[in-house]
């Protein structure tokens, strides 16, 4: 691949001016990569337009998908109550996702989530530049290898960094922790308390810096 521009690419429908007004708007006719196809519509980040913390998640999920808004499932209820107990206040923040799509597969008459590719997380990544700079938040939170590996580049590990606050050229100061569905997903009830704890951790470290 030549360097520069990714072969598909959200640039192509990014609007004019970088209002995040005109940015959500445009976002809906988004047809940057494949996943728009078998999704219901776009979900774009929400929240504060002036947040001091902007989270980042992976894509939307089956009910986020629905519902159209992002972290309104399950992932986004736990994130909500680790927020809360770590002194975060939702209303302050703006949440979003790497990728606006959500990408599944068909598994009986579920459909289960499938982890988006290095190419689509690229090609989605103009829309979550533009709202970092729309909103200017004082520090990000990467939620995930998704959202990390969009922001940081395939080196970057979550299990070696999290909790650290980076400095990454172009962008306000970036912490990366895990993604709340890996809590849901622990094996154990001893194991997700254990997981659930770490992350409260991470989000009282970043309540800390703000
Ligand atoms: N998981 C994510 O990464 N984002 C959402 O919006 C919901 C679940
Ligand atoms: Fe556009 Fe991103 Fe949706 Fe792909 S996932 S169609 S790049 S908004």
Redo the contacts with the bound molecule.
């Keep these: 691949m030549p360097s520069g521009r990714p072969e598909?690419?959200?640039l192509d429908?990014l609007p004019r001016d970088h209002h995040l007004s005109s940015l959500r708007k445009a976002?809906k006719d988004?047809?940057?990569?494949?996943?728009?196809r078998n999704?219901t519509q776009?979900v774009f980040g929400e929240g504060s337009p002036s947040p001091i913390v902007m989270f980042i998640g992976e894509?939307p999920g089956d009910q986020e998908d629905l519902a159209g808004h992002p972290f309104v499932g399950p992932a986004g209820r736990l994130l909500d109550a680790c927020m809360e107990e770590a002194g975060i206040d939702r209303k302050a923040a703006y949440v979003t996702n790497a990728?606006?799509?959500f990408?599944w597969e068909p598994r009986g008459k579920r459909r289960i989530h499938k982890k988006?590719s290095m190419r689509?997380i690229a090609?989605?990544r103009?829309?979550l530049t533009a709202e970092i700079e729309a909103v200017k938040p004082r520090l990000i939170v990467c939620l995930g290898a998704t959202a990390a590996q969009s922001l940081l580049g395939g080196a970057f590990r979550v299990t070696k960094d999290r909790g650290k606050v980076m400095d990454v050229a172009g962008y306000p100061p970036v912490v990366a922790t895990v993604h709340p569905s890996s809590i849901l997903r622990a094996q154990t009830e001893e194991d997700r308390e254990r997981e659930r704890r770490l992350f409260i951790a991470d989000l009282v470290s970043v309540a800390r810096h703000l």
Aim: charged fraction near 15%; include cysteine.
């Design positions: 598909i690419s959200a429908f976002a988004c047809q940057g990569c494949d996943l728009y999704a776009t894509q990728v606006k799509h990408k988006p689509e090609a989605c103009p829309w």
